[in-house]
């Protein structure tokens, strides 16, 4: 397992030892599941590889008639 080191200011030093006590995780812990979570901004490759296989899914450039007429506006 590899170690990082952070510089953190008080104030964010004092936000993550409250975070992770609310959580109920070790410092380290916290940070590593937050580094998990945002780290990991692509699809996965199966679910990207969905994109267009549904023939049928309306799109919606194809039903701007389904929109309601927008209401009149009170001049000033």
């Known amino acids: ?3 990082i ?6 104030a964010t030093q004092a936000l993550v030892e409250q975070a992770a006590q609310a959580n109920g995780l070790s410092k380290s ?4 599941e937050l580094i ?3 780290a990991t901004l ?3 490759r199966d679910c990207l590889a969905l994109a267009g296989c549904f023939a049928d899914f309306p799109l919606r450039e194809e039903n701007t008639t389904a929109m309601p007429v927008d209401v009149p506006r ?3």
């Open 74 to 76: 009170v001049g000033f």
């Open 5 to 10: 080191t952070l510089y953190l200011d008080d």
């Open 42 to 44: 692509e699809w996965p």
């Open 36 to 38: 998990r979570k945002y």
């Open 1 to 3: 397992m590899s170690q």
């Open 29 to 32: 812990r916290w940070v590593s």
